[in-house]
């Protein structure tokens, strides 16, 4: 049987992300958390890959005790286990950091519920934006990396092959390669379902594996953390906000709306 592994986050709801205005830093206190919705069309696809081909899907996230509820979230959804990483020994980590932890948890998971063949993460996230994650646990596991996925063609678990749709500035580009692979998710991949009444009640009950610096006695300690982000914040600032000016146009008909529009383009 496959075993995938999705990578989440949970994130301030952008919609309602505000900008202290003092030191230019977002205020995260009373901003609602939710799953980075690029992850969630990563686990959208490897539940549907469960419901096709027959696989276990295991959720991570590394992140403050918080995080268990976006775990429990995709539990709801069709995930069969879920781990959270949390210790505050990994608290201030940039992309390098975390994708060290997240690497090395990813190998604890194969050790602990078998061999890993695919892992999905979203392209990207809310907060940081950066895109790095992904690919840097693919370098740190070894492991095939596709990026900016839009669509999962087939998954071959006899060939342990994958084909997927690669979204490209110029067009679409078709790759294949072999397990085990990372795939990165765009939100065009699909659209994500929702939570049955048996996957809720399920995920209220459910406790997630916590692991903490302690659940790893070989990692080093100078790569996690704020010890481990070499990343420099040098400079934040608040774009100016730009006033725009509207004006309606009253017409009777469409020909003489076009008049007037062009006179107020040219400003004749």
């Keep these: 049987m496959l075993h995938i592994v999705v990578c989440i986050k949970q994130v301030p709801d952008s919609r309602e992300i505000r900008i202290d205005p003092k030191n230019n830093t977002l205020i995260r206190q009373g901003v609602p958390s939710i799953v980075n919705f690029y992850d969630m069309h990563g686990l959208e696809e490897a539940l549907r890959i469960k419901d096709e081909l027959g696989a276990r899907v ?7 005790p918080p995080a268990e509820k976006g775990l429990k979230e995709c539990i709801s959804l ?8 949390t210790d505050r020994g990994f608290a201030g980590a940039d992309t390098l950091a975390t994708s060290y932890v997240v690497a090395r948890t990813i190998r604890k998971i194969a050790e602990t519920w078998g061999e890993v063949d695919i892992v999905f993460c979203g392209k990207q996230t809310l ?10 646990v693919a370098c740190r596991l070894d492991l095939e990396q596709l990026t900016y996925v839009n669509k999962v063609v087939e998954v071959n678990e006899l060939k342990r092959k994958v ?3 690669r979204l490209l500035e110029d067009g679409i ?6 397990m085990p692979v990372l795939i990165t998710a765009l939100k065009e ?15 209220a009950r459910y406790k997630p594996t916590v692991w903490t610096t302690a659940d ?13 982000s070499p990343t420099i914040v040098a400079k934040t600032w608040v774009p100016e906000v ?10 009777d008909s469409p020909e003489e709306a076009a008049h007037i529009l062009i006179d107020k383009l040219w400003g004749s």
């Design 189 to 203: 991949m699909n659209k994500v379902r929702r939570a049955s009444l048996p996957g809720m009640v399920r995920a």
């Design 127 to 136: 907060d940081g934006d950066t895109g790095q994650v992904g690919p840097g």
């Design 173 to 178: 580009e078709v790759v294949e390669t072999s």
């Design 242 to 251: 730009r006033a725009v000016h509207s004006h309606f146009i009253t017409y």
């Design 216 to 228: 790893f006695p070989d990692l080093e300690r100078a790569k996690i953390g704020l010890k481990g």
């Design 78 to 85: 069709g995930a069969d286990e879920a781990v959270l990483v």
């Design 163 to 165: 084909t997927v749709h």
């Design 58 to 64: 295991t959720v991570v996230t590394m992140g403050p």
